[in-house]
């Protein structure tokens, strides 16, 4: 059957450039008309690469041919940029932000909240003007992580002040939501979330700003990207050869929209006794470097399983303010001043972050090495 409906269903089938979600997913398709076997399809999209479109045309045109039907595509895109910007779009809706580093991972719960909390903080020890946004709007611990739950926003106008915290200024959707709110967000809230954090907080200078992302690959990474020149990309992953499938994932999708990869953080990567502070394996540990050479980047840091990391998350002490003097908080020091190198390095220019076309999407693993084997011991045998 040939009907509005039909042809939406085959329109699924369509990805979206460098991305795993279709454009029907996306919300880009905005009307469909059918009239003498043809199909006239109107897409909205918000990057002006030629061969975004150049790609949609063919892909709708394959699917509607599977129908018996021609294809009319109409797209509306926005005017290439002009100026230099490597923003997708070419677009800086944060033109007082120096640079903007985008923390990723696989999945959930790998320590990323953690891993930008202490960067942003060690960054802003190291005497940079530093913020900190929350962008993952599903879940959203930074205000605990930075002891600001329970705070009132300041309002200014029609903007909102961010908060300032171990000499960083702070915001995050947690803090602009009502507390235990439940929230179904959908693709266009969530991209107009994103938008909105960017656009209507008063970051004033920065020198850099970190973006703690929701975890995977889906509209909140697409619409950042989108929105502002990302400076780099970080990956946390734990050692897990599971959870580095899931971490090639994200870094393909750095690949695919020409965001420079700064490096990757293991987090959890052996366990430091507090009684005897012997170091050993419980995730395994060391595997990144594999995944660091497979992606022509480094590894930026390894970050140890530590339970007062997890007290000073619970209890919005950043543990490299708190306790400078610990091993995890000097690895977070080296880490965040090698991040910032690749910040200065990075060239990243507008011309080169259009999306790739062609080959895997940027959420296939296909082709992934598996990083070598390395035995794990269980526990540090300590009598304490
Ligand atoms: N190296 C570590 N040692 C001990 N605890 C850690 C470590 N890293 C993270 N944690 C703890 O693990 C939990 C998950 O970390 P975190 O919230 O930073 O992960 P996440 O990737 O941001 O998770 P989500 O995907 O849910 O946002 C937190 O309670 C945190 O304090
Ligand atoms: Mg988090």
């Given at each position: 059957m040939k009907n509005i409906d039909t042809i939406k269903e085959k329109l699924k089938?369509?990805?979206?450039?460098?991305?795993?979600?279709s454009i029907v997913d996306f919300d880009f398709v905005k009307n469909i008309q059918l009239a003498d076997g043809t199909a006239t399809i109107s897409l909205v999209i918000t990057s002006s690469a030629v061969e975004v479109e150049a790609s949609l045309r063919e892909d709708i045109a394959k699917e509607l041919a599977s129908m018996g039907l021609k294809a009319n595509v109409i797209i509306d895109k926005p005017q290439a940029?002009?100026?230099?910007?490597?923003?997708q779009s070419g677009?800086?809706?944060?033109?007082?932000?120096?640079n903007f580093v985008m923390i990723s991972s696989?999945?959930?719960?790998?320590?990323k909240s953690t891993t930008s909390v202490n960067l942003a903080v060690a960054m802003a020890m190291q005497g940079k003007k530093v913020g900190l946004l929350?962008?993952?709007?599903?879940?959203?611990?930074i205000p605990r992580m930075m002891g600001l739950d329970h705070k009132e926003p300041q309002i200014q106008g029609q903007k909102i002040v961010p908060y300032e915290a171990y000499g960083v200024k702070v915001m995050s959707m947690g803090s602009l939501m009502e507390p235990g709110q439940a929230l179904i967000w959908r693709g266009a809230m969530v991209m107009k979330a994103i938008e909105q954090l960017l656009r209507d907080?008063?970051?004033?200078?920065?020198?850099v700003l970190v973006i703690d992302m929701p975890?995977?690959?889906g509209d909140a990474q697409l619409t950042l990207a989108q929105s502002v020149p990302v400076s780099v990309g970080v990956n946390v992953t734990t050692p897990q050869h599971v959870a580095l499938d899931d971490s090639r994932r994200s870094l393909e999708m750095f690949k695919k929209l020409h965001i420079p990869i700064a490096g990757i953080v293991e987090n959890m990567s052996g366990f430091i006794c507090p009684s005897c502070q012997t170091e050993s394996d419980i995730f395994g540990k060391g595997t990144c470097e594999e995944l660091a050479k497979e992606f022509d980047t480094q590894v930026l840091g390894d970050i140890p399983i530590e339970p007062s990391i997890r007290v000073s998350g619970d209890t919005g002490k950043p543990i490299v303010f708190?306790?400078?003097?610990?091993e995890t908080s000097k690895r977070f020091m080296i880490a965040a001043s090698k991040l910032w190198q690749t910040i200065e390095n990075s060239q990243a220019d507008n011309s080169s972050i259009q999306p790739t076309i062609g080959?895997?999407?940027?959420c296939s693993t296909a082709g992934a090495k598996p990083a070598s084997e390395k035995p794990a011991h269980d526990g540090c045998g300590c009598e304490h």
């Open positions: 089938n369509v990805y979206y450039p460098g991305f795993s979600k940029p002009k100026q230099s910007s490597n923003s677009k800086n809706i944060a033109p007082t932000v120096k696989g999945k959930g719960g790998v320590g929350d962008a993952d709007i599903y879940g959203p611990n907080i008063i970051w004033g200078d920065l020198d975890p995977g690959t708190i306790q400078p003097e610990v080959g895997a999407s940027a």
